[in-house]
């Protein structure tokens, strides 16, 4: 599976952001996430959603103000960024997962990975 992710940007802080990832081939059977990577550090998860229930899964620094959704007739993944600050500044990655474990937070379980989206938050 190819992913790639979009939607990125310059955004003041409080501001709201909408990624894309949209993927080469159908999703449906894949469960979905999102991870960051900060300048010096180390990869790390911010939203899953189960591949048919919808069922979502949050780091405890982006719940209620991030949403991850998907649309499995268009084969993409959504992440809906809201209340932004400067601590989410960010390459944003898409990635697809066929373990039951993908809600861990670990990225171990992810495969297909997207170029990735930059996101920055100005103060």
């Known amino acids: 599976v190819q992913l790639q992710a979009s939607g990125g940007g310059l955004v003041q802080a409080g501001g709201s952001l909408r990624l894309s990832c949209a993927a080469s081939?159908?999703?449906?059977?894949?469960?979905m996430g999102w991870f960051r990577q900060a300048p010096g550090k180390e990869r790390e998860f911010v939203a899953a959603?189960?591949?048919?229930?919808?069922?979502?899964y949050y780091s405890d620094s982006v719940k209620g103000r991030f949403t991850i959704s998907r649309s499995n007739i268009k084969n993409t993944v959504y992440l809906q960024m809201s209340s932004l600050k400067p601590g989410d500044t960010a390459i944003y990655y898409c990635?697809?997962?066929?373990?039951?474990?993908?809600?861990?937070?670990?990225?171990?379980?992810?495969?297909?990975w997207g170029q990735g989206t930059l996101v920055t938050v100005s103060s």
């Open positions: 990635a697809t997962s066929s373990n039951v474990q993908y809600y861990s937070g670990s990225d171990s379980f992810y495969k297909s």
């Open positions: 081939t159908r999703i449906h059977n894949y469960h």
């Open positions: 959603i189960h591949r048919s229930d919808g069922a979502t």
